[in-house]
């Protein structure tokens, strides 16, 4: 079965940086492309970044643009998501999916907690 499970997160201060990774299971994980999201309390989730399934393309939000980099290694199913000069909003569950999995809402994983404090 599709599975996504997402480590790294952790309490940083600001201006503080971590690194997330997203290990895939249960579908070719080369062909399809990988999304980051994360979600607040009482917010709606935010899609965060997007890699096509080759790494040649990436987005991102306006809010992490030039601070969060997403990558992915094929050979080892892991997607990864650099975070730098992290903010008090970015504090958030951050969670990976494909843009078909995320958009059914299914296959979501735990997610990791990213929590941006002095």
């Known amino acids: 079965q599709v599975q996504f499970v997402e480590s790294g997160g952790g309490l940083v201060q600001p201006g503080g940086s971590l690194r997330l990774s997203c290990a895939a299971s249960?579908?070719?994980?080369?062909?399809?492309?990988m999304r980051w999201y994360r979600q607040t309390p009482g917010k709606e989730r935010e899609l965060v970044a997007h890699?096509?399934?080759?790494?040649?393309?990436?987005y991102y939000g306006d809010s992490v643009k030039g601070r969060f980099t997403i990558s992915r290694d094929n050979a080892k199913n892991t997607a990864y998501l650099q975070m730098n000069s992290l903010k008090p909003e970015d504090t958030a569950v951050y969670y990976c999916?494909?843009?078909?999995?995320?958009?059914?809402?299914?296959?979501w994983g735990q997610g990791t907690q990213v929590t941006v404090s002095s």
């Open positions: 999916n494909t843009v078909l999995s995320a958009t059914l809402n299914e296959y």
């Open positions: 249960g579908f070719p994980f080369s062909a399809k492309a």
């Open positions: 890699i096509s399934n080759s790494g040649g393309y990436t």
